[in-house]
Structure formats: C-alpha cells, structure tokens
C-alpha cells in the first residue's frame, strides 16, 4: 500500500478513522464515529474496509515497561562482519527471538541494524550484551546509547 495512488484514494474520514484508531484503537464503533462524524453502520463499513486494504494491518496493547521491570531504553546499531545471505538470514532469525528487542530496523549508513531494547538498567543491559546479542555469531561491532526520554511514539503522517 506505499503506491502514493492509494494513498489519495483516502478520503477526509477515512483519514480521521485512521487518525482517531492510530490513537485509541479500543474505540468502539459508536465513539469512533461520532468523532468522525458519522453514523455507526457506514462507520463500521469503512473501517472494516481500511482493515481489508491494509491500511489497518492490527491491534495491539501499549504495555508499560516500568510496571514491567524493564523501564529503560536502549538504541543499539550493530555491525556485522559479512553480509552474505548467511549471516544475513542467521542474525535476522536470531535478533527477533530475544524479547528485550521491541524493534529491529535494517539501515543504511557506517552500521547494518539498528535494535531498540528495554532493559532493567546498566545491569540489565550488560546480560543482555552479553548473555544474549554477543552470542550470536557474525556481529563485528556495536555502539549504543540509552533513550533519556521519549518526547513522541508512534503515529503515522497522514496526508490531508
């Protein structure tokens, strides 16, 4: 759905059912269309219709991390040593299966991958370096830094 065609084919509500959704997705269908103005039934159609084409992909929960004992965040960039399909398929297998990694980005620049990792602390984070990413063979190096504090998450740009 990144063709720029499609995305014009959104109208004014659509684009407010999305906006309205990308911030409380447990609105119920007569919330959500009162904040769009209109009535639930083509409401609902419109929303099951976003979801059919994609532009709705899921659902999903906002934990709280600190309730959850792993508060702090850490952006991790890593470097691999080769970039053969191997080590490719091997180290992008590996990463998505360690739980202290909430995102996983390929990127281009000095580094190949760049990780965002809840942790408890300094402490949390060096068994995570060690226990976990630096057993997974093919990475040369990596560099990291903790998040002082999130100032925005998540939201999408919607064209007008």
């Known amino acids: 759905m990144s063709d720029e065609s499609s995305v014009r084919s959104l109208d004014a509500i659509d684009r407010r059912i999305l906006r309205e959704l990308s911030g409380d ?35 999903a929960a906002l934990l709280d991390r600190e309730l959850l004992g792993v508060p702090e965040t850490v952006l991790v960039e890593v470097m691999l040593d080769r970039h053969d399909e191997e080590v490719l398929e091997n180290f992008g297998r590996q990463i998505v299966e360690l739980p202290e990694v909430i995102e996983v980005w390929l990127v281009s620049g000095e580094y190949d991958y760049m990780l965002k990792v ?4 300094t402490r949390g984070y060096e068994d995570f370096l060690r226990k976990r990413l630096f057993r997974i063979p093919g990475i040369r190096n990596s560099r990291s830094c903790f998040a002082l504090r999130c100032l925005k998450q998540g939201g999408v740009p919607l064209p007008e």
């Open 25 to 59: 997705g447990r609105l119920s269908n007569t919330q959500l269309a009162e904040r769009v103005g209109l009535s639930p039934s083509p409401c609902w159609q419109r929303t099951r219709r976003l979801e059919a084409e994609g532009y709705i992909r899921g659902y």
């Open 118 to 121: 809840a942790v408890s602390g």
